[in-house]
């Protein structure tokens, strides 16, 4: 706890001008640890920021697995409604950007035509 309260010290001639700023509080915080040798301060700082303000994320990732996972598609594995979600999470294309960009990647393409994607179980 002293080295803490030590390296708050060696912040404070600089806090008031930083408060003061109008800028997002990562950039506050980072504007005040920039260029000092405070690495308890920057440890909690770190840990602070990086507790989400909301779990908003985490509730729409549940919405997206509920619409994913209907009664009809209750088949689905594991595996294909985590690659849906995480499609519609990340891929920002429209469809026709999407179009325009697969005619371009030709890996992509023979991928999409190659039958070694899918294990088919014959059952007798």
């Known amino acids: 706890m002293d080295e803490l ?15 003061e700023r109008r800028a997002p ?32 994320s985490v509730e729409r990732v549940f919405s997206l697995m509920t619409a994913a996972w ?3 598609r209750n088949r689905c594995s594991v595996e294909l409604i985590k690659s849906e979600i995480q499609v519609k999470t990340n891929f920002e294309y429209s469809c026709k950007e999407f179009y325009t960009y697969a005619l371009k990647e030709k890996a992509l393409l023979e991928a999409a035509r190659s039958s070694k994607k899918y294990k088919v179980k014959k059952s007798i």
């Open 25 to 56: 509080v990562v950039e506050k915080w980072s504007t005040l640890l920039q260029g000092t040798n405070t690495p308890n301060l920057t440890a909690v700082a770190s840990f602070l920021l990086s507790i989400p303000i909301t779990n908003a």
């Open 70 to 72: 209907t009664d009809q």
């Open 5 to 19: 309260y030590d390296e708050y010290c060696v912040t404070l001639p600089r806090q008031q001008d930083v408060v």
